[in-house]
């Protein structure tokens, strides 16, 4: 199976800055990458497919890009809508993997 | 499109977990869809257990794959899954999600709202 590792696995920042997190995979999945917003007690949700589309909806201060093995999701400018926790997850294979995570806190 | 998990939320040890998704706003006969289930372990991250096609084809997490059985139901628009000889480390929020391989890199573009289910005695 595909390892997605994310990091860091929790971030402190505070509304208005500019958040990065970075997911690599164990091998090489060209943009068979999305990434996932989860807040608590709620589902995920769908934020970017294919490494770098936005999903419709999604507000523009979201962004992702890489290819191959690694993989980035920025947030330009931070809401307090945006503190959750973000999973970025593989689609290469017909065994699909997540991240453990990026917590995204005050 | 909507989906919605339905089961019991306890469960004994060795028996059998069994849980339905009830899919609105599309057809589990359309093709284009895989039609999945995904479990939480409190605390955690995701797990993929398995998901099947329009077509009945089955997929399955291989750690799982000697338990767990997904099925669908054109007639009632659901889909299924059973769980056997269940432990303590079943225990999760489980979520139904579709899959689309309408999108380039095949997201799980529509969740459940997730369902706890406990494994004790």
């Known amino acids: 199976d595909i390892q997605m590792t994310q990091s860091p696995s929790s971030l402190s920042a505070s509304v208005g800055d500019r958040v990065t997190m970075t997911c690599r995979a164990s091998q090489n999945i060209a943009y068979y990458l999305n990434w996932y917003q989860q807040k608590p007690g709620k589902a995920p949700e769908l934020l970017i497919n294919a490494a770098s589309k936005l999903q419709s909806g999604v507000p523009s201060r979201f962004s992702g890009t890489g290819s191959g093995t690694d993989f980035t999701l920025t947030i330009s400018a931070l809401q307090p809508e945006d503190f959750a926790t973000y999973y970025c997850?593989?689609?290469?294979?017909?065994?699909?993997?997540f991240g453990q995570g990026t917590k995204v806190e005050v | 499109v909507q989906l919605r998990e339905s089961g019991p939320g306890l469960v004994k040890p060795s028996q059998t977990l069994s849980l339905t998704c009830t899919v609105t706003?599309?057809?589990?006969?359309?093709?284009?869809?895989?039609w999945s289930w995904i479990r939480q372990h409190p605390g955690l991250g995701l797990e993929w257990v398995g998901y099947i096609s329009h077509s009945g084809n089955t997929y399955y997490n291989p750690s799982l794959e000697s338990r767990v059985a997904i099925s669908v139901d054109t007639s009632t628009n659901q889909f299924s899954l059973n769980l056997t000889s269940v432990t303590a480390a079943d225990t999760a929020v489980y979520y139904c999600a579709r899959l689309t391989d309408r999108s380039v890199a095949r997201p799980f573009d529509s969740w459940g709202q997730g369902t706890l289910v406990g494994v004790s005695s």
């Open positions: 706003g599309d057809s589990v006969h359309n093709g284009g869809y895989y």
């Open positions: 997850q593989q689609s290469l294979t017909d065994f699909p993997t």
